[in-house]
């Protein structure tokens, strides 16, 4: 796939920012900010720590160290065929990078399919998880519908198709008018890196396996809604407004099963390249006093 030498350079400035770590065997990347409360920031799809880029340092400024890695099969992690992508598989993956970057009890911000892949980490860790912050995500489980842009990923051979179309240029523009509301913020090269490090290195089919590995089921939704009603600590939900794949609709039902009221931010999918210091005062306002 031909890159353009601006992603490739905004590639090179991400990777330099952080470091390599392994966990449960799989190699990874993470990148990390700041002193004080540790801050585990979970991305979904199709993205990566590259997402938070931007919040890193936002958050290193409210006093806060910021932690974001690189799951399996995305960004600059490795992508091994016998992995597990299911969430399930990337939720257990998730405690061992924990583990191996050795942070103790953290803050949890959850994103997108890392919204029920974090959350689930954190309810079965209720020991380790000091609050947690949702952004626009999924938790209607059984009844949730993959929206227009995500569903092809999930039939085989059309999935295929798809991603072979998200060329540099044309999935760049793809996912700009999807995720981001003033597109300002963000630069061509910058998307492009996005395409780059959903291929980078397998073209995409250790993604097309975590898209095909939602548990889209009742016991799943059922085992996230218990244990968040019986959580021991504070929640926040944050979204962004505008979002046409995790629309109003997910965000009422993350009031209902957290509830709280959700602070509304006037971004789409990606509020971390948009509304960074925004959300980044909204994260620390709840984290901050908790240590």
Same mark, same amino acid.
């Given at each position: ?67 974001? !890695?690189?799951?399996? #099969? &995305? +960004?600059? $992690? ?9 969430? /399930?598989? =990337? ?61 092809? !990923?999930?039939?085989? #051979? &059309? +999935?295929? $198709? ?9 999935? /760049?523009? =793809? ?69 046409? $794949? ?11 099963? =957290? ?33």
């Amino acid at each position: 796939m031909k890159v353009s030498q601006g992603a490739r350079e905004a590639i090179a400035i991400h990777q330099a920012a952080g470091g390599r770590f392994v966990a449960a065997g799989v190699g990874s990347f993470a990148r990390e900010a700041g002193r004080g409360g540790t801050v585990v920031l979970v991305h979904g799809v199709p993205s990566s720590s590259f997402l938070y880029r931007k919040v890193l340092p936002e958050l290193a400024a409210q006093g806060m160290h910021a932690v974001a !890695f690189d799951f399996p #099969g &995305l +960004g600059l $992690a490795d992508r091994p065929e016998s992995f597990d992508y299911t969430w /399930s598989g =990337l939720s257990h993956w998730m405690g061992e990078a924990i583990d191996a970057l050795e942070i103790d009890r953290c803050h949890l911000v959850v994103h997108d399919i890392g919204g029920p892949i974090g959350l689930e980490w954190a309810v079965r860790n209720p020991d380790r998880v000091l609050s947690a912050t949702v952004l626009n995500t999924m938790l209607n489980l059984s009844t949730f519908r993959r929206p227009w842009s995500m569903a092809p !990923f999930a039939v085989r #051979g &059309l +999935g295929e $198709a798809w991603l072979a179309m998200l060329q540099p240029k044309l999935g /760049s523009e =793809l996912i700009l008018r999807q995720t981001v509301e003033n597109r300002a913020a963000v630069s061509r090269p910058e998307m492009e890196a996005y395409i780059h490090l959903l291929k980078h290195r397998d073209r995409g089919r250790a993604f097309l396996r975590i898209m095909r590995g939602f548990e889209l089921t009742e016991e799943k939704e059922r085992f996230l809604r218990e244990g968040l009603a019986d959580r021991s600590w504070p929640a926040r939900i944050v979204w962004g407004e505008k979002d046409r $794949a995790l629309g109003l609709d997910h965000m009422r039902v993350a009031e209902q099963v =957290l509830g709280e009221e959700a602070i509304r931010l006037p971004a789409k999918h990606f509020p971390q390249e948009d509304q960074a210091r925004a959300l980044a005062n909204a994260i620390a306002d709840l984290a901050a006093p908790l240590g």
